[in-house]
């Protein structure tokens, strides 16, 4: 089961930020958060991840609260490809018993608006 | 540089039909997974390779699904008797190492479904 909670869907308008929640209360101290993107009909995309501390790439940034139980993915300027849904996903760092599998939600649609 | 393929795109088979969905990752990957995508859900992992070795097949749900990867580059996904329920997308990944913090590059998918 997925150890993330996103709300089903949101709207943005158009060169506005985006920012979607994500809460993981039961994640664990070696674990990632890690947002995938999947846009209609392709396969989901990497975005971002994190650990601890915020992260920025040239897609997004990731702002990961002090006691790690919810993220915010932020897209600073949506554009109308940005239409898709967003997993977040946590996700256990390297153990003998991990084979690096993702284990995806149902993701938060994001409709961007003109 | 290429990224994962999938052949073919689309499949459109008969109740209990065999099936074979095939991969190509990403050049010089070692790690390659494989999910099923229902209409309306998130991906469900199936499985692992690590190399030729299914490292991780948990995922699949029963004896009808199998795969392989002889040459630890390509795989091919067989579906065995197929029913109705096995309708799908089916998608790959690679990443280079397999690790659990390495990025999974996915394809495009193969739309399967079974009439």
């Known amino acids: 089961d997925a150890k993330t909670t996103q709300p089903p869907s949101m709207d943005c308008a158009e060169g506005r930020a985006a920012n979607l929640p994500c809460n993981h209360s039961?994640?664990?101290?070696?674990?990632?958060v890690y947002w995938y993107r999947q846009i209609h009909s392709q396969g989901p995309q990497y975005i971002i991840h994190?650990?601890?501390n915020n992260e920025t790439n040239e897609m997004a940034s990731l702002i990961i609260t002090e006691d790690r139980k919810s993220s915010t993915l932020i897209l600073p300027h949506a554009t109308l490809r940005d239409t898709a849904v967003y997993y977040c996903?946590?996700?256990?760092?390297?153990?003998?018993?991990?084979?690096?599998?993702?284990?995806f939600g149902q993701g938060t649609t994001l409709q961007v608006k003109p | 540089g290429a990224g994962v393929s999938q052949t073919p795109s689309n499949k459109v088979t008969e109740k209990g039909k065999y099936v074979e969905l095939r991969c190509d990752p990403i050049?010089?990957?070692?790690?390659l997974y494989w999910y099923r995508q229902s209409l309306g859900q998130g991906p469900e992992f199936l499985i692992y390779?690590?190399?030729?070795?299914?490292?991780?097949d948990s995922g699949l749900p029963n004896d009808r699904f199998f795969a392989v990867r002889p040459e630890g580059s390509v795989s091919t996904l067989k579906i065995q008797r197929t029913e109705r329920g096995d309708s799908a997308v089916y998608l790959c990944?690679?990443?280079?190492?397999?690790?659990?913090?390495?990025?999974?590059?996915f394809g495009p998918g193969t739309r399967l479904t079974v009439l």
């Open positions: 990944a690679s990443s280079s190492l397999g690790q659990s913090t390495d990025t999974q590059y």
């Open positions: 039961t994640i664990s101290g070696n674990e990632y």
């Open positions: 994190g650990l601890k």
């Open positions: 996903i946590v996700r256990v760092e390297n153990g003998s018993s991990n084979t690096g599998k993702l284990i």
């Open positions: 050049s010089g990957h070692t790690a």
């Open positions: 390779f690590q190399g030729t070795g299914a490292a991780d």
